[in-house]
């Protein structure tokens, strides 16, 4: 259960200083490193990682630290690859899609199976790392590869370049296209936009264990419908036709085949005679003859996992799970050598591990809380390792449970008081676990199958010589609570205010929005202290329809999105304005996507409620969002629009009477700046006066312009409700 937490000690040997906007957006980080992609290499020897630059906090090296000896090294220095160029638009997408649109440098590796080599994907080209340092360049074209893999037993290479799925030889270096098509508008071996963007699935191929088959997708996106995205940036406009899957239209035509490296042997999957569906997850059996493929249907209420047969494409339904509401997916899928399979369900309103064999499903865990992942297993000590919620909603923790042992509890791993994640070794012996706390910024570190910890990985201690030290003296601890809502339900909240007895200005921080947990016990963002220490006090609500709470706390926003979660935050606010610490008409909201849209809904809710409001990237019409997301809350709008009529933040967007920061970038292709636009129309036609940032050539989480966004929140809440500081 190590953590350390030396604040204490740091505040002794350094002075305070005045915490600035310019310091909270420089590099180094003021939290310290933040490793990415956490790994143990096959052979268990290396724990691998990237890691930011102490000069360029964006920009990550891939590193390795010894599980024996505890030395630690860098393998692979960035700026020794790649050309520094711009990435291309398929690039930048996908790293929006993943939400790394701020990394440059190494943004993703794979080990080999020999635990000798990684594959490195930079700037659009692949390279093949040895341990040694040294470096083979695998792939150097104009066109940019994605989607990088090592198969199972490292005999090949697999990409996408320009739509097409190819398979390259380690050992000849011969590539070739295996589906060998080139067909307009399709894409082979790769996850489309729903996919990505509201399914976390990021693979479009799939190696089976043996290396004798790849299960690939082929996407056709004729049937969607093409917008034309109008990138507008500082030097000029650039026109990008993209297929956006607008709810209530139609979705890529997604199919899944078999296919052998040499590009024989090509089977089609049959998924069954319902098109419109969703390919959810796939995965192999261990001995690679048996393909599993998540199957969900448009609405979202079943997910049927179906076992095919290689070899024909044959499949049968093996298990099912359905829902009133909607399915939450999860990654939670582990065949095992037995034939048994590892799984999650929420079937008891809460979700649990299973252990699915001869057509029943055995519960491993029970209570009135959530598992959140399955990060490892150790089949032949029946002993499985996951993390989730069993001690507390504000806290993720990393247990143990004995799986076969009659009446076995999970045992937690990790230390009280903070949050943890880890990833696992295949063979369920070690651990890389990730831990933060209120008062400790996030350190990594190996761990035996006890939790014991053998070394670091990323110490980050908070001695003098870090970049916080010089502002822990000024550091505020959040404070946590509750508060029940109309249903009886608790809601958790977060508070950070100054010293002293106040009364202060108040900052409403709002998500609101399904599949997000905000209030947590995790090291607070530098932006808050920053905040806190002029005067602000920063509040969060997780209100209904939050995750990790369970599903009587999340459905209540099913066909109802603007309403309970308007309430629970209208609530909230109700209260702050009793607290003896707060300046009651001084509250402001802030909120970003799904936060946006919640301030503009809190806004024309309640009229004169607020000091000010201010709108990120607001989702202002949900018709303009897409099908997956937006029919799983709201139901297709072909077949019932009046949820989208009475979800959405425009009929009522006259009845704005705060003053409101509307802030957009215009090249955002996940919530279109055309929702802006429609509130921009609307308000004016309205003779409703507004404030409003965009930004040219800006995506949807607007990269590198943190720091501005800031600048003109503040100026504006200056203007509008308090001083700011800057």
């Known amino acids: 259960m190590a953590m350390t937490s030396n604040m204490a000690a740091a505040q002794s040997v350094t002075p305070a200083e005045t915490l600035t906007l310019e310091r909270v957006f420089a590099s180094p980080a003021l939290t310290g490193p933040r490793p990415r992609v956490l790994k143990l290499s096959p052979d268990g020897r290396l724990a691998t990682l990237l890691q930011n630059r102490a000069d360029d906090r964006r920009r990550f090296d891939l590193w390795a630290v010894d599980t024996v000896t505890g030395e630690r090294r860098m393998l692979l220095d960035s700026t020794r690859l790649g050309s520094g160029g711009p990435l291309s638009e398929a690039e930048r997408m996908n790293r929006e899609r993943q939400r790394i649109a701020d990394v440059t440098g190494i943004a993703d590796y ?17 390279w093949v790392a040895g341990l040694d340092g040294k470096v083979q360049q695998l792939t150097n074209t104009p066109e940019t590869e994605t989607d990088a893999k090592l198969s199972p037993k490292g005999s090949y290479a697999s990409f996408v370049r320009d739509g097409r799925l190819f398979v390259t030889s380690l050992a000849t270096g011969q590539a070739h296209d295996v589906a060998g098509e080139d067909t307009p508008k399709v894409r082979w071996g790769v996850a489309e936009f729903i996919a990505q963007e509201e399914l976390s699935r990021f693979d479009g191929h799939w190696w089976s264990p043996t290396e004798a088959r790849i299960a690939v997708a082929r996407v056709d996106e004729t049937p969607v419908n093409e917008v034309t995205r109008a990138a507008i940036g500082a030097d000029g406009t650039r026109l990008f036709t993209q297929a956006y899957p607008a709810a209530g239209t139609a979705n890529a035509d997604v199919t899944l085949w078999i296919i052998s490296p040499d590009g024989g042997g090509k089977v089609q999957v049959d998924l069954g005679p319902d098109k419109d569906i969703y390919i959810a997850r796939v995965a192999w059996a261990a001995d690679g003859k048996t393909l599993y493929v998540q199957r969900l249907p448009r609405d979202q209420k079943r997910l049927d996992i179906l076992a095919v047969d290689p070899a024909t494409g044959a499949s049968r339904v093996l298990h099912s799970e359905t829902s009133t509401t909607w399915i939450n997916l999860h990654d939670t899928f582990r065949p095992l050598q037995d034939g048994s399979i590892l799984w999650a369900s929420e079937r008891d309103g809460y979700r649990h591990l299973y252990r699915l064999a001869g057509g029943k499903a055995a519960q491993l865990t029970s209570g009135r809380w959530v598992v959140d992942d399955l990060v490892g297993v150790d089949e032949k000590r029946a002993r499985l390792w996951f993390t989730g919620f069993a001690d507390s909603t504000l806290e993720s923790h990393v247990y143990a449970l004995d799986w076969k042992q009659p009446g076995a509890r999970p045992v937690r791993l ?78 958790d909240w977060r508070l950070l205010k100054p010293k002293g007895a106040g009364p202060f200005p108040v900052l409403m921080q709002v998500y609101g929005g399904p599949h997000a947990q905000n209030v947590h016990k995790r090291f607070p963002a530098p932006i808050e202290q920053y905040l806190v220490q002029n005067g602000w006090a920063v509040f969060q609500l997780d209100n209904r329809g939050s995750n990790n709470r369970g599903k009587a706390f999340e459905d209540p926003l099913g066909r109802a999105m603007g309403s309970v979660e308007v309430t629970d935050q209208l609530q909230a606010l109700a209260w702050i304005k009793q607290q003896a610490w707060a300046k009651p008409d001084k509250v402001a909201v802030n909120g970003w996507s799904y936060g946006g849209y919640m301030v503009l809904k809190l806004l024309e809710a309640a009229p004169g409620a607020f000091a000010a409001g201010i709108a990120g990237a607001p989702v202002v019409r949900w018709e303009l969002y897409d099908t997956a997301y937006t029919e799983r809350y709201l139901g297709n709008p072909a077949k019932d629009p009046a949820p989208y009529q009475t979800s959405g933040a425009l009929a009522d967007a006259t009845k704005i009477a705060d003053p409101l920061l509307l802030i957009h970038g215009m090249a955002d292709d996940n919530v279109v700046f055309e929702n802006s636009t429609a509130l921009m129309s609307a308000l004016q036609r309205g003779n409703v006066p507004f404030d409003l940032m965009v930004y040219p050539g800006a995506t949807h989480a607007t990269p590198g312009l943190e720091r501005h966004t800031w600048i003109t929140r503040l100026k504006f809440l200056g203007r509008t409700v308090s001083p700011t500081g800057y």
């Open 110 to 126: 794979a080990w080999a199976p020999d635990s000798q080599r990684l594959l490195v994907p930079v700037d659009g080209d692949l």
């Open 414 to 491: 990790t230390a009280p008081g903070g949050w943890h994640e880890a990833v696992m070794d295949k063979a369920g012996q070690r651990l890389i676990i990730t831990s933060t706390t209120p008062r400790q910024p996030p350190q990594v570190w190996l761990a035996d199958g006890a939790g014991r910890r053998l070394a670091w990985v990323v110490e980050n201690k908070l001695d003098a010589s870090h970049p916080y030290a010089p502002y822990l003296a000024a550091h505020v601890e959040p404070e946590f609570g509750t508060m029940p809502a109309a249903d009886g339900q608790a809601m």
